[in-house]
C-alpha cells in the first residue's frame, strides 16, 4: 500500500482521499465471515427483546454493530496491523489510540439511507477531531448504497457542527445543503480514509446483495466523556511516537 504526498495533502485540505484495492482476499475473507457472526448475533438479540430496531439498527435493513474487536482476535490483528499504523502516521500523527470500530450494512433491496453528518456529531461536544478508515468488504456503487463524501471546499466547515436527530431513523444530520458529494466507488477493498469532521451520508442498497462495510476509527488523543468520567468509546493505546504499542499482525 502506497500513501502518497498527493493523498496526504487531499486529507489535509479536503479531509478525505481513497485507497483502491488496499485489503487482500484473505482480509476480505476474514472480515465478512466476522461481519455474518455478529449479524446473527444482533438478530438474536432483538428476539430476546421482541422488536425489529435497537437504536439504529434495523433488522433485515441496515446494521451498525460495534465493538466487536473485543470478541475477536482476528479483528484486533486487523485494526492494530502495520497497514493501519502506516494510514495513522499520514493522517493524525505519530499517537493513535483506537477510538471506535463497526460494522456498517445495508442489506439487499431493502438498505436503508443514511444523511449526511460527521462522525463527530455522534460524540455532540467539541473534541480532536479523529479519524474514520471505511472499508469496503463488497464493491460498492451509487446502486448498492455507498457512501459519499463532502470535500472541506463545498462543505464551507473543517470542524464540527450541530446536529438533529431524524424522526423514523434515529440518524442525526448536519449538513442541508444541495451539494451531492463525491461517492466512493471502487472494488471490494477499498478504504475511504476520512477525518471524523468530513460531512458523509450514503444511499439506499438496490441491488439483490447486501452492502457490508467495516470502520476502524482512531484517534491522536483520547477523547473522554463531558463530565470527564472516563472515555467516550475505546482509549487502547496503537501507536506512540509512531511505533506501536499495540501487537497486531503485519500487513
Same mark, same amino acid.
Given at each position: 500500500?502506497?500513501?502518497?504526498?498527493?493523498?496526504?495533502?487531499?486529507?489535509?485540505?479536503?479531509?478525505?482521499?481513497?485507497?483502491?484495492?488496499?485489503?487482500?482476499?484473505?482480509?476480505?475473507?476474514?472480515?465478512?465471515?466476522?461481519?455474518?457472526?455478529?449479524?446473527?448475533?444482533?438478530?438474536?438479540?432483538?428476539?430476546?427483546?421482541?422488536?425489529?430496531?435497537?437504536?439504529?439498527?434495523?433488522?433485515?435493513?441496515?446494521?451498525?454493530?460495534?465493538?466487536?474487536?473485543?470478541?475477536?482476535?482476528?479483528?484486533?490483528?486487523?485494526?492494530?496491523?502495520?497497514?493501519?499504523?502506516?494510514?495513522?502516521?499520514?493522517?493524525?500523527?505519530?499517537?493513535?489510540?483506537?477510538?471506535?470500530?463497526?460494522?456498517?450494512?445495508?442489506?439487499?433491496?431493502?438498505?436503508?439511507?443514511?444523511?449526511?453528518?460527521?462522525?463527530?456529531?455522534?460524540?455532540?461536544?467539541?473534541?480532536?477531531?479523529?479519524?474514520?478508515?471505511?472499508?469496503?468488504?463488497?464493491?460498492?456503487?451509487?446502486?448498492?448504497?455507498?457512501?459519499?463524501?463532502?470535500?472541506?471546499?463545498?462543505?464551507?466547515?473543517?470542524?464540527?457542527?450541530?446536529?438533529?436527530?431524524?424522526?423514523?431513523?434515529? @440518524? +442525526?444530520? $448536519?449538513?442541508? &445543503? /444541495?451539494?451531492?458529494?463525491?461517492?466512493?466507488? #471502487?472494488?471490494?477493498? =477499498?478504504?475511504?480514509?476520512?477525518?471524523?469532521?468530513?460531512?458523509?451520508?450514503?444511499?439506499?442498497?438496490?441491488?439483490?446483495?447486501?452492502?457490508?462495510?467495516?470502520?476502524?476509527?482512531?484517534?491522536?488523543?483520547?477523547?473522554?466523556?463531558? @463530565? +470527564?468520567? $472516563?472515555?467516550? &468509546? /475505546?482509549?487502547?493505546?496503537?501507536?506512540?511516537? #509512531?511505533?506501536?504499542? =499495540?501487537?497486531?499482525?503485519?500487513?
Amino acid at each position: 500500500m502506497n500513501i502518497t504526498k498527493e493523498c496526504k495533502e487531499q486529507f489535509k485540505e479536503e479531509g478525505y482521499f481513497i485507497l483502491e484495492k488496499a485489503l487482500n482476499e484473505t482480509e476480505l475473507k476474514l472480515l465478512r465471515g466476522q461481519c455474518q457472526h455478529f449479524i446473527n448475533k444482533m438478530d438474536a438479540r432483538m428476539d430476546e427483546e421482541g422488536t425489529d430496531t435497537l437504536g439504529i439498527n434495523h433488522r433485515g435493513k441496515r446494521y451498525f454493530l460495534s465493538n466487536c474487536f473485543r470478541e475477536s482476535t482476528e479483528l484486533r490483528k486487523f485494526i492494530f496491523s502495520d497497514r493501519m499504523a502506516e494510514i495513522c502516521r499520514a493522517t493524525i500523527g505519530e499517537t493513535a489510540f483506537l477510538f471506535w470500530e463497526q460494522y456498517v450494512v445495508k442489506c439487499a433491496e431493502v438498505g436503508m439511507q443514511f444523511g449526511w453528518h460527521q462522525d463527530s456529531g455522534y460524540v455532540g461536544y467539541p473534541h480532536t477531531p479523529y479519524l474514520t478508515c471505511w472499508c469496503a468488504l463488497d464493491d460498492v456503487s451509487v446502486e448498492n448504497g455507498t457512501i459519499y463524501v463532502l470535500p472541506f471546499s463545498k462543505a464551507g466547515v473543517r470542524k464540527m457542527v450541530p446536529h438533529e436527530k431524524q424522526e423514523g431513523t434515529n @440518524d +442525526k444530520v $448536519g449538513y442541508f &445543503g /444541495n451539494e451531492p458529494g463525491e461517492p466512493v466507488i #471502487g472494488p471490494a477493498g =477499498t478504504i475511504a480514509v476520512f477525518s471524523s469532521v468530513t460531512f458523509h451520508r450514503s444511499g439506499p442498497n438496490k441491488t439483490d446483495k447486501p452492502r457490508r462495510s467495516y470502520l476502524a476509527q482512531y484517534s491522536p488523543d483520547v477523547i473522554m466523556k463531558l @463530565d +470527564k468520567s $472516563g472515555p467516550w &468509546g /475505546n482509549d487502547e493505546p496503537f501507536l506512540k511516537d #509512531g511505533l506501536r504499542q =499495540t501487537a497486531g499482525t503485519t500487513a
